[in-house]
């Protein structure tokens, strides 16, 4: 599963942005995306969970971002969204789109794009 993330840049506190990732594969490839979302990675820091959404539309989100940032999905496209309003300078790092293929063959599999930086400044 190949990842790809757009919506990255520098953005002031209290504006708002928006992250897209597309998933896509290879013709013939065993893996199914299940869940998809995103984290974030601040140098130092471990990679943390920023939002995530299944494929039937149930979503889950970090401590610090519920009420400011939503999450959606295009099942059709592939596509997942995170739209991030009232930003803040802490919101500032890598993000990182995620993909996880889950069955009871092969556990839970984690596919990662190569991330989008974003920075919020005062």
């Known amino acids: 599963v190949h990842l790809v993330e757009s919506g990255g840049g520098l953005v002031q506190a209290g504006e708002s942005l928006r992250l897209s990732c597309v998933a896509s594969?290879?013709?013939?490839?065993?893996?199914?995306?299940?869940?998809m979302g995103w984290y974030r990675q601040v140098l130092g820091k471990q990679r943390e969970l920023v939002a995530e959404?299944?494929?039937?539309?149930?979503?889950n989100y970090g401590e610090s971002v519920k009420g400011r940032f939503t999450i959606s999905r295009d099942n059709a496209e592939n596509t997942v969204y995170l739209q991030k309003t009232s930003l803040k300078p802490e919101d500032t790092g890598v993000y990182y789109c995620?993909?996880?293929?889950?069955?009871?063959?092969?556990?839970?599999?984690?596919?990662w794009g190569a991330g989008a930086l974003v920075t919020v400044s005062t």
């Open positions: 594969k290879r013709p013939g490839s065993p893996f199914n995306v299940n869940a």
């Open positions: 959404i299944t494929n039937r539309g149930v979503t």
């Open positions: 995620n993909a996880k293929h889950a069955s009871l063959r092969d556990g839970v599999i984690n596919f």
